[in-house]
Structures are given as structure tokens and as C-alpha cells.
């Protein structure tokens, strides 16, 4: 029999960017919260204390920041026809493990949608009519607007704390800035950071061939800074060890530098580490639900929370499963394209030119994992998708993010991989390219998809998540568009070489390489319950105290990371219990 514990008002599963954010609202609240994270505490001192923090091959190879399968996985499958098999070695995706989650380890790269994002389905058909959408492709409009998410976008940024140049306030464009981005209502936090060399060249270059560069959006400090929840960041070194890596800086926006060190404080707000939560328990009525069952690895024991009101904010693969094994909402089936649990699973489709300067030198090891130039010319709201035979697009960035040099080490096609060929190459090129990435859309589609596997079960006895997911020609012509393009300007550039690497027709997904750790779908928002998981404040159409937050609300994948949506989101969420749900608990739709 389970351990009970005592009822709390609040239980939050997972304390990563999300569910410290929620933390912070509620606890304001005066409500009882106790928090329940998988894996262990976190904290820049001692955990990402220097020079610990800044070995690679701890770190950035072997990946001890991450959540490695041992732990949890999943099983992947391109089709139906395939027998899935579970996910053993990290590649294509990093899941995070312990407080903070994947805001330790990420980039710093915060971006927020286009209102045309947003209403995609509704850009396309009232541009081009609905007949240019694909068949198999699940493309839909969030049940919200930009307009009404452009406060909790720019609370959110306030709270990361951002650097960056805004493109339009107010409607008002400005110079040097995305001219191509919806309105903000301010400026960023803090100024954009100073731009290493391989960015001036590829910024003079665009410039000169009409496009319209700016800095990236950098979730990175430029200068000293404090949050609205008190938090100090202190300005960038560029040290260069951003992804993978936490940050002894406190200059990366993670829960450790803006969060949770202020909501350590609240009286009225615990957490628990190494507690996997295993299921969501629901009431006789099956209406509401009553808490959480989770295993507790400390005491090797099961153990019941009560609690009046479900947050779900771990990791977007994490919250499908809790959702498919508790129950909540109808699974998805796609031969029937009914049910609405696991359905509109999206990644992301990247592509990339590598530059060979001979005689110019990048200095690889001044960067951070913001760094760069961007331009928005051949993204989402500036492509003809009648003319171009494709929906989406791509933004593209130019910056040194590190010189590391086992996993950073760019080297002309044909040089051997190892031995005296690949010393001599490692001597002749290192330092001497730049590359201009190309960071795309993916939409959902019937057949890519997440249920629970028949064969397969995890140590607690319960399925594992089956993934079904396959590129598509859409995305594909896409990405093919974006390399036509980046060859252009890297030609323009001049290098001695030029490679490129992006997907063909016909890819099929490889899960072995990284990709990003972009997932997203599986409990997406609706605007009715047929259709989607949660309502437009991201609460359960089925079960009103259950709130899940996250990327798993993305109805198809935007052309941009997903962690400013996801923090905009949910401050949009945690608004609606504030001020509508709390007083009178009830479906808000």
C-alpha cells in the first residue's frame, strides 16, 4: 500500500522553467505547494561551480546533465509497418534530469511566435485556400491570439531576463531589429550582446544582398541585471559552454539564475527530489483529480499526494506519458484521426552551410550558446506557400557558440576521421570556418504520433511511450528552399569551401544523431475538447484541477525554439487560475 501524505493545495510535477514559474504565482497565492522532481537538486554553486562545470567530455560527451534511458525512454518507430524498439543511447533529443531541467543545459535562445504561428491554419486558407494543405497534415490555429499572449510573453522575458533588439514596438518598426516579428509592447530587458567576427562578416554580407539582419534573442545577460522576482544575473564572459552545460556565471536564463533561489524562499512551498511521479489518480467520478502517485527512490517506497489542484510541467515527453497512463483524454488513434492524447507529435527541421576561410582566423572559443546574427527574410510570414509548394519556414542564424574542440570540430568532406589525415586536418582548419545555420518549422501530421507501447514496459510495470515519426515532403521542400538560399550568401562570402548539409526528399528519421530537443505536441491545445487535450488555458477538458503546462501544447511546431511560447504560455495559464479558477474551480471553457 502507498504512503500518504498530507494533502497539500498544490502539486507541481516537474521543477524546470515551467513548474518554477507556477511555484512563484501560486506561492503568491498563500496556497500549500509541494513540488516532485525526478531527478536530484541542482544548483549553480556547487553543482555548476568552475571550473567543474566546463569539461566537455563530462559534460558535453558523456552528457551527465541529461536524463540518460536507463531512467526513462521511449520506443521509436517510422510506421506502422516497423516494430518500434526503445531509444537506448542518447542522440537525436536530450531530455534534462533534476531541478531546473532542460533550462540548465539549453542554448539561451528565446524566441517568441508570429501572430502568424499562432493562426496558421487560418493564414493559409485565407491567403492561399485550404487546398494547399497537404493531406495527412494536422495544421490548426491555437485557441488563443498573439495579442492576448503578448503580455505573458513580455512578462516572461522580464523574468529570464533577454537581451536583444526589438524589431517592432507598438506596431512601430525598428531599425535594427526583426523587422519581420510581431509587436512588443516594450523593449527587451537588456541590450543585444556584441557580435563575434564570423557574425559582422555574415550581418555586412546580408545587409549588402538587401536582407535584414539583427542579433539574436538571447536569454544570455549583456550586462548586470535583476529580475521582478529579485534575481541578479551578472553579464556574459563567453566562456563558450552554454548547451549541454550549466552556467557558473549566473548570465544564462535558467531557473537556477531567475527563479528558484526566490521561491526557495516562500514558506509555503517544498519540493521533493528523486520522485518520479507514475500516475495522475483520479475521484470515483472520474471529473476531477485527487493527486499523484509517485515512486520515491530515497525510501524505495510508492506514495500518494493528495492535493486540489494537478500542474504538470515536466518535460513534454514526461507529461504525455503521465497523460496516456492516467488516462486523461481519449488516445489517439490516426487510422481514424480520432481522440486527442499523444496526437500532433512535431520536431523541428534544421539544415546547415559550413564555411572554409583559409586565411581568416574565428577565434571558436570566444562564443555562448545565443551568439549570432539572424535574419527572418525566408521565415514563415515572408514565404509564398502557393508559389513555393511548401507551409513554413526558417530562421537563420550566424555565431560562434563554442569552440569545443571534440564535439566542435567542423573539417572539410573527405578528411579521414582519424589518424595523421585527421591531425593534418584538425592543423590546416581549426578556427579557420563559421556556418549559417537555418532553424525551421515542422507541422503535425496524422501519422506522427505517441501511444503507449505493447511490448514494451518501464521498471514501475507501466508501458513505455511509443513514438511514431517520420519527415515529411513538406518539410523537406522547406528546408531544400532554405539550402538554395544559405548557399547564396555563403557564396557571397567568398570562402575557399562550402558544404552543406541539409535533409533530401525521401529522408527517413534517424534517431542516432542530435537534432534538438525540440518535442513538442501530444496534449495540444483545442477549442473543443474533440480536437484537443487541454481548453485555450491549457486546462484538462476532462479533469478541471489538472493543468499541463509545456511544449506539448503546440498544436504543430513553430519555426522558432520553443522556450519563449512555453514561458509565455505559462504565465497565460497561471493568470486564468489566479484570477478565474481559484475563486470558483470549475472547466474555464
Given amino acids: 500500500m502507498a504512503r500518504i501524505e498530507k494533502k497539500k493545495d498544490v502539486v507541481i510535477v516537474g521543477l524546470g522553467w515551467t513548474g518554477s514559474i507556477a511555484g512563484m504565482e501560486l506561492a503568491a497565492e498563500g496556497l500549500e505547494i509541494v513540488a516532485l522532481e525526478r531527478g536530484g537538486d541542482q544548483n549553480t554553486v556547487p553543482e555548476f561551480k568552475y571550473p567543474n562545470q566546463i569539461d566537455e567530455l563530462t559534460y558535453g560527451v558523456r552528457l551527465k546533465n541529461m536524463q540518460h534511458p536507463r531512467q526513462a525512454t521511449v520506443t521509436v518507430r517510422r510506421d506502422d509497418s516497423e516494430i518500434a524498439l526503445p531509444y537506448r543511447s542518447m542522440g537525436s533529443f536530450l531530455p534534462a534530469n533534476g531541478v531546473g531541467g532542460a533550462g540548465t543545459h539549453w542554448n539561451g535562445l528565446l524566441w517568441r511566435p508570429q501572430p502568424e504561428e499562432i493562426k496558421l491554419r487560418s493564414y493559409v486558407k485565407e491567403k492561399w485556400g485550404e487546398s494547399i494543405i497537404p493531406e495527412g497534415m494536422n495544421l490548426m490555429d491555437y485557441p488563443v491570439s498573439y495579442d492576448e499572449l503578448e503580455p505573458f510573453f513580455t512578462r516572461f522575458d522580464e523574468v529570464a531576463g533577454v537581451s536583444g533588439k526589438a524589431g517592432n514596438i507598438k506596431g512601430q518598426i525598428q531599425a535594427g531589429g526583426n523587422p519581420f516579428e510581431g509587436w512588443r509592447s516594450k523593449e527587451y530587458p537588456m541590450p543585444a550582446l556584441p557580435s563575434t567576427y564570423d557574425a559582422s562578416k555574415f550581418e555586412a554580407c546580408a545587409r549588402s544582398m538587401g536582407l535584414h539582419p ?170 509564398d506557400f502557393g508559389k513555393l509548394g511548401f507551409i513554413g519556414g526558417a530562421y537563420w542564424r550566424v555565431g560562434t557558440m563554442n569552440g569545443q574542440p571534440i564535439r566542435s570540430m567542423p573539417l572539410p568532406k573527405g578528411t579521414p576521421g582519424w589518424g595523421a589525415g585527421w591531425k593534418k586536418g584538425i592543423g590546416e582548419w581549426y578556427g579557420h570556418s563559421m556556418s549559417i545555420g537555418t532553424h525551421g518549422s515542422h507541422m503535425s501530421y496524422r501519422n506522427n504520433h505517441l ?51 541539409f535533409k533530401n526528399i525521401g529522408a527517413k528519421f534517424d534517431v542516432r544523431p ?10 495540444i491545445m483545442s477549442d473543443k475538447p474533440t480536437d484537443g487535450v487541454v481548453n485555450r488555458y491549457c486546462q484538462a477538458w476532462d479533469k478541471h484541477n489538472v493543468f499541463v503546462f509545456g511544449a506539448g501544447n503546440f498544436v504543430q511546431n513553430t519555426q522558432y525554439n520553443p522556450t519563449g511560447m512555453v514561458g509565455g504560455l505559462a504565465y497565460w495559464t497561471l493568470h486564468a487560475i489566479r484570477t478565474m479558477y481559484l475563486k470558483n474551480p470549475r472547466p474555464l471553457v
Fill in 214 to 383: 539583427f542579433p539574436a534573442p538571447a536569454g544570455i545577460a549583456s550586462t548586470s541585471y535583476v529580475n521582478p522576482y529579485g534575481m541578479q544575473m551578472a553579464p556574459c564572459n563567453f566562456c563558450g559552454f552554454c548547451e549541454r552545460f550549466g552556467c557558473y556565471q549566473y548570465s544564462k536564463s535558467s531557473p537556477q539564475t531567475a527563479v528558484l533561489d526566490a521561491l526557495k524562499r516562500k514558506k509555503n512551498f517544498s519540493y521533493r527530489t528523486h520522485c518520479e511521479v507514475l500516475r495522475v489518480e483520479s475521484s470515483e467520478d472520474g471529473k476531477t483529480a485527487t493527486g499523484v502517485t509517485y515512486f520515491d527512490s530515497n525510501t524505495n517506497e510508492e506514495v500518494f499526494q493528495p492535493a486540489d489542484l494537478v500542474i504538470l510541467s515536466s518535460y513534454q515527453l514526461n507529461n504525455v506519458h503521465l497523460l496516456l497512463v492516467s488516462g486523461i483524454g481519449k488516445p489517439y488513434d490516426p487510422k481514424t484521426n480520432t481522440g486527442v492524447t499523444g496526437k500532433n507529435y512535431a520536431y523541428q527541421m534544421n539544415g546547415g552551410v559550413t564555411l572554409f576561410f583559409k586565411e581568416e582566423n574565428f577565434n571558436p572559443f570566444i562564443g555562448h550558446g545565443s551568439n549570432g546574427m539572424c535574419i527572418d527574410d525566408y521565415g514563415i510570414n515572408q514565404n
Fill in 451 to 501: 501511444d503507449l507501447d505493447p511490448t514494451y514496459k518501464d521498471p514501475h510495470g507501466r508501458p513505455l511511450m511509443r513514438m511514431t515519426f517520420n519527415w515529411q515532403d513538406n518539410d523537406i521542400r522547406m528546408t531544400q528552399y532554405q539550402k538554395i538560399k544559405a548557399e547564396e550568401v555563403g557564396n557571397a562570402l567568398k570562402p575557399d569551401l562550402l558544404q552543406s548539409g
Fill in 514 to 523: 542530435y537534432q534538438t530537443t525540440h518535442n513538442t505536441g501530444g496534449h
